[in-house]
């Protein structure tokens, strides 16, 4: 008896051969030969900054630890590790649906009969009061032969939601990585800049002494005072503004490494930071597999894609089985032989005749939401060599702003020194010192936050790249 319930079984799952809906393939999209920079880069460069890990890029010691507090206690990393976990698990549910499901039961009842009922019975007719019956069964729960290919393609796109979800963490830790080194290399940028200021207000102050007792001799007039108050004063409104940039900028980064806000370790200075002494950014058509972001978004293609498999096989008739094998007896020694044993096998088919649309509309919606999908895939590589070009871009430009600024502010600090000398014996008027003192500390300044821009841009381009989630 066990025949026919095993055979019907293994005929639905022999029938489940057929998957309708496209099978996915990757779109051709037309890559550039190389990645557009100010200076052109050679075509066969297959070595990529990507390719090196963080700790290889950012070698500030202090840089390393926060960087690796943030990647064990950031919340949008840990969010993203919880999804790929829920992810994961929607794959085993929806699989399992592709198989059957067994139920074991089992009850035993027992009733007691009266004799002084409506119709009252001697005992002799009666001969025991109580009654036991007692049943165990395997039941085959509704189990779906998938012959069209609907499951399979609901499992399909749930694997494909969890390669997303991966990708996706990938492309958290990425950003979070580039996310860290900019805010700290900002800090040490406006640290810099602190010093500069401090510095800077130290000899205003030199400055506006000589005045004040060049004025007591009469030699400086109440002008010359006023324009030396000036300066020093400007340079020490300065402080607090960055003081409270500082401040703000440490509790940015405590909140990256999910921690209360708070002071934050330096390392190395802005000056001190090593840069790498190249930049290659490799064979354009490799950022189609080492950018997370565009891995995500063709694993959500693959997705969209499957889901239209979904909503074609609901045209097709579903076949589902049920059933339940087992025994019933007043004896439990009895229950699972001779007339005891019980079986039943159920299979069913449906069929839509009539919907109203909505088995087209179904269809039409996965098609439109994986032309959705495509669209942004294709935008999503889009932007990564846009990502990728504009960092090269900014890169070598910046550098050769620095290296200009470098050269101004080195002729500043002469003009000033001289300015002063000047000054002191007599020779030129105090305008000229302030005016090349003032223009000294605004170099300086703009130094400082080309050196921060410099740094910045290796970090965009890590980033751009597909650097850092290894």
């Known amino acids: 008896m066990k025949t026919p319930f095993v055979g019907a079984i293994s005929i639905a799952v022999l029938l489940t051969g057929c998957t309708v809906g496209p099978n996915y393939h990757r779109p051709a999209v037309q890559t550039p030969d190389t990645f557009r920079a100010p200076t052109p880069l050679p075509s066969n460069e297959s070595a990529s900054l990507a390719d090196l890990k963080w700790w290889e890029i950012f070698k500030d010691e ?11 206690q950031n919340y949008d990393l840990r969010d993203a590790v919880a999804r790929v976990e829920a992810a994961r698990a929607n794959v085993g549910i929806v699989r399992s649906e592709q198989y059957p499901n067994f139920a074991a039961g089992a009850d035993i009842t027992t009733t007691r009969s009266s004799r002084d009922g409506s119709i009252p019975l001697p005992a002799s007719f009666v001969r025991s009061q109580n009654r036991t019956f007692g049943e165990a069964t395997l039941n085959l729960l509704s189990f779906e032969a998938d012959i069209w290919g609907r499951l399979r393609r ?25 996310d860290v080194a900019s805010a700290y290399f900002t800090l040490r940028e406006l640290d810099y800049e602190l010093d500069i200021s401090r510095r800077t207000l130290a000899t205003r102050q030199e400055s506006l002494e000589l005045i004040k007792n060049r004025q007591a001799g009469g030699v400086a007039t109440l002008i010359d005072l006023r324009q030396g108050e000036q300066l020093v004063y400007t340079a020490a409104e300065t402080i607090p503004v960055l ?12 909140l ?7 002071e934050v370790v330096r390392g190395r200075s802005l000056t001190e930071q090593d840069l790498p002494p190249d930049v290659p950014a490799g064979i354009p058509s490799a950022l189609l597999d080492r950018r997370p972001d565009i891995r995500a978004a063709e694993q959500n293609l693959v997705a969209a894609n499957a889901q239209i498999g979904v909503a074609k096989a609901a045209y097709f008739p579903q076949v589902s089985l049920s059933g339940f094998l087992g025994g019933q007896g007043t004896q439990l020694s009895s229950l699972f032989s001779g007339p005891s044993r019980v ?13 109203a649309g909505r088995l087209k509309s179904n269809v039409r919606l996965a098609e439109a939401l994986h032309e959705s999908a495509l669209v942004e895939y294709e935008k999503a590589i889009q932007t990564g060599f846009t990502d990728v070009s504009n960092a090269l871009i900014a890169h070598q430009r910046v550098r050769e702003s620095r290296v200009q600024q470098e050269l101004l502010v080195a002729a500043l600090q002469d003009r000033t020194r001289l300015a002063y000398v000047r000054y002191r014996g007599g020779v030129d008027t105090l305008l000229n010192a302030l005016d090349a003192d003032r223009d000294q500390f605004q170099a300086e300044l703009t130094l400082a936050q080309i050196r921060s821009n410099e740094l910045l841009s290796v970090v965009q381009l ?3 790249l597909g650097g850092g989630w290894q």
């Open 62 to 72: 202090r840089l390393q630890d926060l960087e690796r507090t943030a990647l064990t």
């Open 154 to 178: 609901a499992t399909e796109a749930a694997r494909a939601q969890l390669l997303e979800a991966e990708e996706t963490r990938k492309a958290v830790i990425t950003t979070l990585v580039g």
């Open 243 to 254: 003081q409270q940039q500082i401040e703000q900028t440490e509790n940015t980064i405590s």
């Open 256 to 262: 990256l490494l999910g921690k209360n806000p708070g």
């Open 343 to 355: 079986w039943n096998f159920t299979p069913q088919v449906t069929q839509p005749i009539f919907t």
């Open 462 to 464: 890590y980033k751009a």
